[in-house]
Structures are given as C-alpha cells and as structure tokens.
C-alpha cells in the first residue's frame, strides 16, 4: 500500500494526531517529518509540551532503514512530544513501531480512546 498520513491539531489540548498507513521510503520519511514539523506550529504551547497520538493500526511492515529513519523522527528533540501514545495493530509491524519508539518511553494500545485518555491523564505509562 502506498504511504498516507494525515495531521489533526487540537491546541486547545495540546493534542497532535497522526494517521499514519502504507508502506515508507526514506523520502517519504523526510516528507512525514516535515509535515509534522509544520502541524506542530499549529500549537499554541510551549515547544514539546504537546502529546502526540499516532495511529498506525493500517502501517505495513517497514524495511529496516524506514524503521531507522521513523526512529530518528521520533526521537528528535525539535518536535518531541511530553507524552506519545501509539495505536497499534496485532503484527510484526507492531513489533517494528515498539523497536523504532523504545529510546522515547512511549505507550501502546489497542484504540484511540484508550491512547488519548492516557495522553491528556497524569497516569504513568501502562506495563
């Protein structure tokens, strides 16, 4: 499948949502980051005092560098997040989208209103 993703701000809460499906190329990547870079303007807080919910239950199975690449957006410390929540299918995409967050200590669930009720709750992250 073709890569998609959409943004949705919610300044009012801080909130970026992410949609995010297909399969990624290193272009794609640098395009995904961009326009996370730009929705985050959106915002009205102070620079990473934001949550982001990402869906990805419709992402396809990654090749190695994409994993890497979504890594390094993930963990950049210009648009990182105060909490990050993924929605997240039963695959091996799964297993590839925990490896790529694991250095932001994000959480994982199974539907987006169990994710955002996390993100906007002081609750520690689930086990």
């Known amino acids: 499948m073709p890569p998609a993703y959409s943004f949705a701000i919610d300044p009012a809460r801080d909130l970026v949502r992410i949609t995010i499906a297909g399969f990624f190329t290193a272009p794609d990547i640098a395009a995904f980051a961009r326009g996370l870079a730009a929705a985050q303007r959106e915002l009205r807080c102070a620079p990473n005092q934001h949550v982001t919910l990402v869906d990805m239950r419709a992402i396809d199975i990654q090749a190695q560098d994409s994993v890497d690449a979504f890594q390094r957006v993930v963990g950049d410390p210009a648009t ?17 989208i925990r490896r790529a967050a694991e250095i932001r200590g994000a959480a994982f669930f199974a539907t987006s209103g169990e994710a955002e009720a996390w993100l906007l709750s002081d609750a520690p992250p689930p086990a």
């Open 80 to 96: 990182a997040s105060r909490r990050l929540a993924f929605v997240v299918g039963l695959s091996l995409a799964r297993r590839q």
